[in-house]
């Protein structure tokens, strides 16, 4: 049982809103990207992560983002819906922009990076008038990525889906996913993440993530309770705050602190982690877990993911997260 209050009447159980993109991960892995000559080439982008992870995990999910109108575009909504993730909040945008690249680097199992391609990218490109009303109160949730925030028409377009959400009840999830080259200051990306924290329900970032946050209100903050609470006076139930391999920490706004387990493994690279954590988490969340089990289930699908060489391909069903938690419980 937790104590997020999800409806059950919905079509719906999860929409994801923002970046669907491509992933270009090395097939020569352990070398610098300057020395990778081929690539593998998979869907991409960390709502579009946790949009396949759900739904592998049997959550009804849909998506609203724009895809650029050629063949990547094509690809990416094939892909969705290969993986029975409901397409009908996808627009195909005609202004010529293009689907964000990002390409990996696997230097070493713990040397992971990437260098993204996002001039026009049309994952910003959403507009408010892409949100349908009735389309986002047929879920239980939604899952807001931080990135969609910064710059507008996708940053206003996140705020419609936000005011819908808060309107019919949609249980509202805001994964940070903070990445520093999509911002243009420091003090832009506090200011719109915090409006955007202030309507969510369920917080997930790091602790670099959250630091970015606060870092206008309260530059000294570093500690995960204070971090928490702060978000408790607006609409925040659970916070949620990840420190790498190292696990992750759950404060809610009833006073409980809950400590995730993590299942040691020799990654191959660690990226992935935390989108894979997130579907699981949010699958547990849905099925009314406790938060104990529901970031076990997140730990146990990052754990599977990060021995892998993709993100979204890996996204594991609950069959292999059970019997990957049942195994390494008899370890
Ligand atoms: N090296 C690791 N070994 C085992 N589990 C890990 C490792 N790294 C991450 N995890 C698991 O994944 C969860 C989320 O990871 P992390 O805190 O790195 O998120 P993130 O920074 O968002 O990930 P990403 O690298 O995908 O951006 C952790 O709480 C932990 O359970
Ligand atoms: O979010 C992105 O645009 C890139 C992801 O797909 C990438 O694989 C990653 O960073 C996952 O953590």
Request: glycine letters at 6%; one cysteine or more.
């Amino acid at each position: 049982m937790n104590h997020i209050k999800f409806q059950s009447d919905r079509e719906l159980d999860l929409i994801a809103v923002g970046r669907l993109g491509i992933d270009l991960n090395p097939n020569e892995i352990n070398r610098p990207l300057e020395e990778s000559i081929t690539f593998t080439r998979y869907v991409g982008g960390s709502p579009a992560n946790i949009a396949v992870a759900t739904s592998r995990l049997d959550l009804k999910t849909g998506f609203i983002g724009r895809v650029a109108d050629d063949q990547f575009g094509t690809y990416i909504t094939n892909y969705l819906k290969e993986n029975n993730i409901d397409t009908n909040g996808i627009v195909v945008d005609k202004s010529g922009a293009k689907t964000g690249l990002a390409f990996t680097e696997v230097k070493s199992p713990s040397e992971c990076s990437l260098i993204m391609y996002r001039n026009n990218a049309v994952d910003l490109k959403i507009e408010p008038e892409d949100i349908s009303e009735e389309y986002i109160k047929k879920s239980k949730a939604i899952l807001i990525s931080g990135t969609a925030l910064a710059a507008s028409p996708s940053r206003e377009a996140v705020f419609v889906a936000l005011e819908y959400a808060r309107k019919h009840g949609v249980v509202v999830f805001f994964d940070i996913d903070y990445r520093p080259y999509t911002w243009k200051s420091e003090a832009e990306t506090a200011v719109y993440y915090s409006l955007a924290a202030e309507k969510s329900d369920v917080i997930i970032g790091t602790r670099e993530e959250f630091d970015t946050i606060e870092h206008l209100t309260s530059p000294e903050t570093k500690d995960d309770f204070v971090t928490a609470k702060h978000w408790f006076d607006y609409n925040a139930k659970i916070v949620i705050i990840k420190h790498g391999k190292e696990g992750s920490y759950a404060y809610t706004d009833e006073g409980d602190k809950v400590k995730g387990v993590v299942f040691p493994v020799v990654p191959l690279k660690t990226f992935g982690a935390g989108d894979s954590y997130a579907g699981a988490l949010i699958y547990g969340l849905i099925n009314d877990f406790n938060i104990a089990k529901a970031m076990e289930f997140g730990a146990a699908s990052a754990s599977i993911v990060i021995t892998t060489n993709s993100c979204s391909a890996s996204m594991p069903t609950v069959g292999q997260i059970e019997d990957f938690i049942a195994t390494a419980k008899k370890e």
